[in-house]
């Protein structure tokens, strides 16, 4: 028998599953008291736990244990983009990148965005889906949506050991991410809305220390570039290990 | 105003648009007679040609001219794999495939598979879409369903200049694909089901000489994996470029 996992942010500080856990564990898969269970806590640990009450709503565990803990990811990234009209596109594209692996995605309006809003919890809720799934212990962290402005400005001190670039679309071409990136810390990239970065914008993150890359000849759809983006920096790693 | 694509694989031997094409042309785009269009070939051609009258059915045209040839891809992907319950998954795998750019995709039963059959016609509709929007000209080929046996039989003499691998799930962990690709000029790579192979299959492929790699710790749902191999092999063309 194959042990059930679970989300718990803080599974020493919690006696109970999450409701919505709570329901798929005692209606979906009639778990009982009794049964072993997994927790991931998003943050790299996998913990054991004991089932000892079923309630759909508030199904309670004790004796939590730490049985995996998977050190810091070697590099780190985060992932800016405008989101598209389609939300499914967004939800996909968090599901590929984690099962890859990243660390934030963040999301801004700029002035060509289709899209000012976006609802965070569907999105955290299929980054969950695709954690327990992928057997990746790093849950991504979501923010909320802010402007362009706001993004350059959270950045305007550069850190050593990070690098921050912008794919752009320009003539000639810039050079392509995997010539741009150097095996570092952190990485935050910026993506574009569908009908790009104005050349204001663009000129004003160029201005910012901000690096221009190329995502090769084809025209990227949005989702498509961030899951580019994301895999590029884990192959450009993985090479090199 | 910008100017209408759409695909005809024979632009030169025909003379209205497939009957798809001109229910959109004329219902949707409202083209009118006179307008100039685009054709893709997908096969590296992009024509222009003048509408000489419009019809929900047959929308023709004439003059084609050919304006744009792309040259063949310096390499050639032919990705096979074993398709996922749920459709939707291969569609979303088709156009992001597409997006990046790959010759083939090949379908395959193998003893842990979930579905046996396929509709080529979705997935091309899916290409056909991406192509248009990616300013791709390369339209991937479909190969109807067969058998894992049959691929490996087609493929029992190994080309110079291709190579061939297969996503491989093991302890201690293969080579990630990254480490094992030769610049060359045609990949031949295959994705298990969920499941994956059985040992006997993976028995039956490294003996035939398909070499075994690792998709990295995560586990990557099987169109995840599609992505990720068709895009390496892009990210390490483009960085020895």
Redesign the interface.
């Known amino acids: 028998m194959s042990i059930y996992v679970f989300f718990e942010p803080n599974p020493l500080q919690q006696s109970y599953l999450r409701e919505e856990d709570s329901f798929h564990a005692t209606r979906v898969l009639r778990v009982k008291a009794g049964d072993l269970i997994h927790l991931l806590d998003g943050k790299g640990k996998k913990f054991e736990a004991k089932i000892t009450q079923v309630d759909a709503k508030k199904t309670q565990f004790d004796q939590v244990q730490l049985i995996h803990q998977t050190e810091k990811p070697p590099f780190q990234i985060h992932l800016y983009l405008a989101p598209t009209k389609q939300m499914e596109r967004m939800e996909?594209m968090v599901?590929?990148c984690t099962?890859?692996?990243i660390h934030s995605i963040h999301f801004f309006h700029s002035r060509y965005s289709e899209r000012k809003e976006i609802k965070l919890q569907r999105l955290e809720k299929t980054a969950i889906a695709a954690l327990k799934?992928?057997?990746?212990l790093f849950l991504p962290q979501f923010h909320e949506i802010s402007s362009l402005t706001d993004i350059m400005k959270k950045n305007q001190v550069k850190l050593t050991g990070s690098q921050y670039m912008f794919a752009h679309i320009a003539e000639p071409a810039d050079p392509?991410l995997?010539?741009l990136v150097k095996l570092g810390e952190e990485y935050h990239v910026l993506v574009g809305p569908e009908g790009d970065f104005s050349s204001e914008e663009s000129n004003q993150l160029i201005a910012q220390d901000w690096l221009p890359f190329s995502l090769?000849?084809?025209?990227?759809?949005t989702e498509?570039a961030g899951?580019?983006i994301t895999?590029?920096i884990?192959?450009?790693h993985?090479?090199q290990?």
């Open positions: 996909w599901e590929k099962e890859f692996g799934q992928s057997k990746n392509v995997g010539k090769g000849k084809s025209i990227l759809r498509t899951i580019a895999h590029a884990h192959v450009l993985e090479i290990a």
